[in-house]
């Protein structure tokens, strides 16, 4: 019961918050830009919130290795489930990133593909024209100074089981020509059962999901170092998954 509750209370709060944007954007588009920023870490946080709250689903972050880390930084992470995007969106709490995902999510999600539009994240077609997507993926690094910060999902598409697949390299190479940056490497956990939304549902009470940044590493500068950074974070991100998935056994 408690879990039907939640999915009504979250599919509520994203249809105000996706009216809210709306009309702060069509009576102006900067001022709606800057109130989506401003708005969305605390939209993420706020659905953790309930979670928690209704059903007893805990988010664990460890991000503690960035303190300190010059940013821009590039993330790169194991993908999962729908909820990657809303617990890195509310750990990093101090950056505002920006994530490289499937134009599908664009559009016919209450709020999230408001956020993704205002926020002008790089939605990509997967079957679209490579040349465009790269060029999304340019302008998106470009834009990214300060404390905004781009993510990737190197495997280009969720992990059905939550084992870490192979990690491409096209979108991480793109990114790191237009903008030299520093890349951490980013561990999340316990999404492979939330496929969709209406999954929340069928969690069982106190369900863990786990989000840590496990390594950094120097900004690479030419495209060796940059593959070697890229197989280099999927080792260190795989290590950490099994690591957690053997403590869970104990």
Known sequence: MRSTLLFIQVVALLLWWDLVMKLRVVFSSD???AYVDAAAKRYARRLLSQARAMVGIRLISDIHLIQGQPSPFLI???????????AIMAAFESHSVRFIAKAELGSGFPA???VLRSQRHALINRDGD????MTRIERLARRCQGTMCPVVFPEGTRSRDGDVGAFHSGAVRRILQGQVMPVVA???DGGTRVARLSDVVNLPSHHEFRLRAVQVFPAPTDKRTTLSTIESARHAIVAQVDAWRRNARV
């Open 31 to 33: 001022a709606g830009r």
């Open 76 to 86: 790169l992470s194991n993908h999962q489930s729908v909820l990657d995007i809303v």
């Open 112 to 114: 999230v593909s408001q």
């Open 130 to 133: 490579v040349r465009e997507a």
């Open 186 to 188: 980013l561990a999340v």
